[in-house]
């Protein structure tokens, strides 16, 4: 009976801490942080397609933030990954294309010039 006692006291312990603590993620949370940081990054991915500047940078910076909350920052590939999103980040995905291509004019005359050629053939062969 003592041996029971002195074994159910000592079942369940309760700590205090002082301080924030973060609380450890379960594996079934860590999988769906990860999946939606990747998702984050395809939504990028879809926005540099689409020229979406404000939706791409915006995924990428959340990516980076649910990073930096969640991960271990002391790792190193931690440290690297957030480093290769802040980069990202900051990249201009706007493309300026021009209103009328430079060499227009040069294909105009080109092409006028080789048909006033094929013209004046068939008008001299017909003589």
């Known amino acids: ?8 006291e000592n079942f369940i312990t309760f700590r205090s801490r002082d301080g924030n603590v973060i609380p ?3 594996p079934e949370q860590h999988f769906y942080l990860r999946e939606n940081i990747k998702s984050k990054i395809e939504t990028a991915i879809r926005a540099t397609y689409e020229e979406q500047g404000e939706i791409y940078k915006m995924s990428l910076e959340t ?3 649910w990073s930096e ?5 002391d790792n190193n ?3 690297e990954f957030n480093a290769a999103l802040g980069k990202l980040s900051q990249q201009n995905i706007q493309v300026d294309y021009p209103v009328k291509l430079e060499t227009q004019a040069k294909l105009s005359d080109v ?7 094929e013209v004046t053939t068939i008008i001299t062969e017909e003589k």
């Open 24 to 26: 450890l993620l379960s």
């Open 69 to 73: 909350s969640f991960f271990d920052m």
């Open 77 to 79: 590939s931690v440290k």
């Open 111 to 117: 092409i006028s010039e080789r048909l006033r050629r």
């Open 1 to 8: 009976m003592t041996s029971l006692k002195d074994f159910s």
């Open 63 to 65: 990516a980076e933030e």
